[in-house]
Each structure stands twice: as structure tokens, then as C-alpha cells.
């Protein structure tokens, strides 16, 4: 089945606390992209990757890193997590960037820091 | 700066009936136009894409027009069902290559 698949779906760490959510499509997409989802402010996009080793900020990238070093991977990295980064997070890949193909999502993760 | 624009405020409708969710966009023209659907905590599901040359598009219920003068685009569901309750997000495509999201408007077909 096409899919990409974040993990984990619920994370609950501390301040200061580095981890990692991983992102992965079957689906040979060159095109992945993190968005956090806060109430009131919609989808915001995080850090996007066009293809392997090509990668650049979004709207929101602060406190955020990304590698792209396979083309079915794209972690998302918090070096030192904030109670402000506590948000519902989603990994989405495209064949391109290019708006005529649609997004294929995750089933996203909600991380708490507390 | 560039604006999306969908109904803030819950659709209600009557199972049967045709839904109708607006997105506005300004300061801006975008080449395509995506419709989503989005279940609460889950990720956003792709429905449609409509290009700036294509007045209307249809997919078995679905339906969206795409107004350029206007700076709109309509979503339509006939014959809704409580199955299509959901929130659905309008995403333009700008000229800097990027699908921007609007923050969704909520749909609830009661039975």
C-alpha cells in the first residue's frame, strides 16, 4: 500500500530532551515536506526537501532539523525541545513539487513537551 | 501578504443536501488549487485539483470551480452523507512554488 509513515504517533518528552521523528514513503516521491498543525493557525510548513541531500526552510524551521540522506526518509530532528514545539506534526510527500500532483500525508504525531 | 480565506465557522447541513465551502485567496494568483480532507488527528487526505485555465472540475460527488476574478474557489458535495463530515482545507498553489493551506472549514452532515 502507498503510504508514508510517521513514527511515533504520541511522544510526550522533556525540555531539553533531543529526539526524533521519523518520516518514510514507498511511494519513490522526490518531493517531502514537515508542517506542525496548531488550533488557529493551520498547516505551517517546517523544512521541505526537493530530493536527496536538497533541503531548505519553510515558514516555521526554527528550533528544527532535517536530512534527507535516502529519498524514502526524511527525519525530523529537535535538538532541544521547547514547550513550544508541543503541536500535531505531519510528514507529506509529492512525486514533485510541482502543485499538479497532490500531497500524500502521515498520520501525523502529536508531541508534548513538557 | 498572501491570505487564504475559508468559512471559520462550522457548516451544518442535512444529510441529503448539497454543501457548499468557500476559499478566498488575495494577494495572490495561484496557477493550481488543491481541496483537502482532514478527520480529527488524522493527516490531510487529497481530493482535487483544479488549475487556473479550468472554470470547474468534478469527481463523483464532488465539485470545485475555480474563479480567478474573484479570487475564489467553491467546494460542493451533493448528496451529502455523514460519512462526509470532516474539515476540508483549500490549499492555492503561488508562483514561488508552494502549496499554502488555509485553516479549513468543518462540515457536520446529521442524519
Known amino acids: 500500500e502507498a503510504q508514508v509513515t510517521q513514527n511515533p504517533r504520541y511522544l510526550i518528552t522533556v525540555t531539553g530532551k533531543k529526539l526524533t521523528v521519523t518520516c518514510s514513503q514507498n511511494m519513490n516521491h522526490e518531493y517531502m515536506s514537515w508542517y506542525r498543525q496548531d488550533p488557529g493557525l493551520g498547516l505551517r510548513q517546517i523544512y521541505y526537501?526537493?530530493?536527496?541531500?536538497?533541503?531548505d526552510k519553510g515558514d516555521v524551521p526554527e528550533g528544527y532539523k532535517v536530512s534527507r540522506k535516502e529519498k524514502r526518509n526524511f527525519p525530523l530532528i529537535l535538538e532541544s525541545p521547547s514547550p513550544n514545539q508541543t503541536s500535531l506534526y505531519f510528514c507529506?510527500?509529492?512525486?514533485?513539487?510541482?502543485?499538479?500532483?497532490?500531497?500524500?500525508f502521515g498520520s501525523g504525531t502529536r508531541l508534548t513537551v513538557v | 501578504s498572501q491570505k487564504i480565506e475559508q468559512n471559520s465557522e462550522a457548516l451544518n447541513i442535512q444529510e441529503g443536501k448539497t454543501a457548499t465551502l468557500t476559499c478566498n485567496y488575495t494577494?495572490?494568483?495561484?496557477?493550481?488549487l488543491q481541496w483537502y480532507r482532514q478527520d480529527p488527528g488524522r493527516g490531510p487526505v487529497f481530493l482535487l485539483l483544479i488549475r487556473e485555465n479550468e472554470k470547474e472540475k468534478r469527481k463523483e460527488r464532488l465539485k470545485v470551480t475555480f474563479d480567478t476574478t474573484l479570487k475564489q474557489s467553491l467546494f460542493h458535495i451533493t448528496a451529502s452523507q455523514p460519512a462526509d463530515s470532516a474539515t476540508y482545507l483549500c490549499?492555492?498553489?503561488?508562483?514561488?512554488?508552494?502549496?499554502?493551506f488555509g485553516q479549513g472549514t468543518e462540515l457536520s452532515v446529521k442524519p
Open positions: 494577494n495572490y494568483s495561484p496557477a493550481y
Open positions: 490549499a492555492p498553489y503561488n508562483q514561488g512554488g508552494k502549496l499554502i
Open positions: 526537501s526537493m530530493n536527496v541531500e536538497v533541503t
Open positions: 507529506a510527500s509529492s512525486l514533485k513539487r510541482e502543485a499538479n500532483y497532490g500531497y500524500t
